[in-house]
């Protein structure tokens, strides 16, 4: 069964900076494309950035350079590192594959940027 556990995020004021995680088990971690999505309130769950299993990396024009995804196939775990962090970054975000895999949904983490 694959479990998909998000951590990390919390308050923090704008222009503040946060590191996600994401713990995978039960999946073949290492050669699957992973991603990092977001869902702010009252709005859909977007994708904000993707990695292949060899590290080439894919952000949304809003979270280019400023997030950077990365990832450890020895720990099975997926990384954002969050910088210059914007009120709109607001959102709970969850890891997935990309493209998501229905049942792999987590519960993610809430990530509150205060202006």
């Known amino acids: 069964q694959v479990q998909l556990v998000e951590s990390g995020g919390g308050l923090v004021q704008a222009g503040g900076s946060l590191r996600l995680s994401c713990a995978a088990s039960g999946t073949r971690f290492s050669i699957n494309p992973m991603g990092w999505y977001r869902q702010a309130p009252g709005k859909q769950r977007d994708l904000v950035a993707s990695i292949t299993s060899r590290g080439r990396t894919n952000y949304a024009d809003s979270v280019k350079d400023r997030f950077t995804i990365s990832r450890d196939n020895a720990k099975n775990t997926l990384y954002l590192q969050m910088n210059s962090l914007k009120p709109e970054d607001t959102a709970v975000y969850y890891c997935?594959?990309?493209?998501?895999?229905?049942?792999?949904w987590g519960q993610g983490t809430q990530v509150t940027v205060s202006s």
């Open positions: 997935n594959e990309d493209p998501w895999h229905y049942d792999y």
